[in-house]
Nanobody, 125 residues
Framework: QAHLVESGGGSVQAGGSLRLSCAAS????????MGWFRQPPGKEREGVAA????????DYADSVKGRFTISQDMDKKIVYLQMDSLNPEDTAVYYC??????????????????WGQGTQVTVSS
């Protein structure tokens, strides 16, 4: 059974950086599209970034473009989210997810079917 496990969350001051990791375990070869999502307190979950693992094409939410970077280590089956210039509006539980979407269909609007348990990110002003 496949699992996704996030790590790297924590508390940071505005302007700081964090790097989240998402480790995949278990057998599931159909994970060509990986994404990061977040749910701020009292708000709905929203997409942050997605990556197509075969050519590393990426998709970002406008709110994080230029500040966040999604990347992967295919050998280790880890997807990263480097978050720089953090601000209090980035405070949320961050989730990684997998979708069986290929090529140009790998975007934040893909059908993500496998989710991690989430990791808390808190940014103080």
């Amino acid at each position: 059974q496949a699992h996704l496990v996030e790590s790297g969350g924590g508390s940071v001051q505005a302007g700081g950086s964090l790097r989240l990791s998402c480790a995949a375990s278990g057998y599931d070869s159909s994970r060509p599209c990986m994404g990061w999502f977040r749910q701020p307190p009292g708000k709905e979950r929203e997409g942050v970034a997605a990556i197509y693992i075969h050519d590393e094409t990426t998709d970002y939410a406008d709110s994080v473009k230029g500040r966040f970077t999604i990347s992967q280590d295919m050998d280790k089956k880890i997807v990263y989210l480097q978050m720089d210039s953090l601000n209090p509006e980035d405070t949320a539980v961050y989730y990684c997810a997998a979708a069986r979407s290929y090529g140009s269909l790998c975007t934040l609007h893909a059908s993500f079917y496998l989710w991690g348990q989430g990791t808390q990110v808190t940014v103080s002003s």
